[in-house]
């Protein structure tokens, strides 16, 4: 995260993300695959499968493969082998940005769902950090959903509602306002509203 300071001279808390450029694998339509979407590739690596060579054809060989369902009128005009770079975004558009959000490992239910323990004083002789009873008479097992302890984190998130701050084209660099999740280096679908 960084900050910059907007056009009344407020510092903005925003978060900068290298928005590599993607390249068009494939177009799906309607009338072929009963949808309309666009995959593209992120990043690159050495090796891959000779089907996913052939797939790719001669664009390279990429790391992701991500598919965006739905094509609005814009996105008519691309063709495979084209690049979407960070310039599709200006200073002002509104974006979500979706990501994996960083993994805890397992907690327990005061960390995970802020429960608050038992009591500390007045004679009370049971562990602080249990979350009590979990069950009734009837149907006598644990219903689903029941909040406990287990795994926190590492599922995808959405924050909606971001404001772009700047694009720098040249760097591949896009400043939103506020925080996104995910570790540092993580990847993330940042799109338009």
Not at 163 to 182: F, I
Request: charged share 20%; hydrophobic share 40%; no cysteine.
């Amino acid at each position: 995260m960084s900050q910059v300071f907007d056009a009344a001279g407020r510092v903005v808390p925003v978060t900068v993300i290298e928005a590599t450029p993607n390249v068009v694998v494939q177009l799906r339509t309607q009338e072929k695959d009963g949808y309309s979407a666009v995959q593209v590739g992120i990043g690159s690596k050495k090796r891959t499968s000779k089907a996913m060579k052939g797939h790719m054809k001669d664009l390279g060989i990429f790391q992701v493969l991500k598919e965006f369902e739905g094509t609005k009128s814009g996105d008519t005009d691309l063709k495979v082998g084209d690049t979407i770079k960070v310039d599709i975004f200006a200073a002002g558009d509104m974006v979500r940005v979706s990501g994996l959000t960083k993994g805890k490992g397992f907690q327990g239910a005061v960390k995970r769902h802020g429960f608050h323990g038992m009591p500390a004083s007045h004679g009370a002789h049971s562990v602080l950090r249990h979350i009590g009873s979990i069950g009734q008479r009837f149907p006598q097992h644990t219903l689903k959903g029941k909040r406990m302890a287990g795994h926190m984190g590492n599922v995808r998130a959405t924050i909606r509602g971001l404001k772009v701050m700047l694009v720098d084209s040249e760097n591949n660099l896009l400043a939103v306002k506020g925080a996104v999740p995910g570790n540092n280096g993580a990847p993330l679908e940042v799109r338009t509203h």
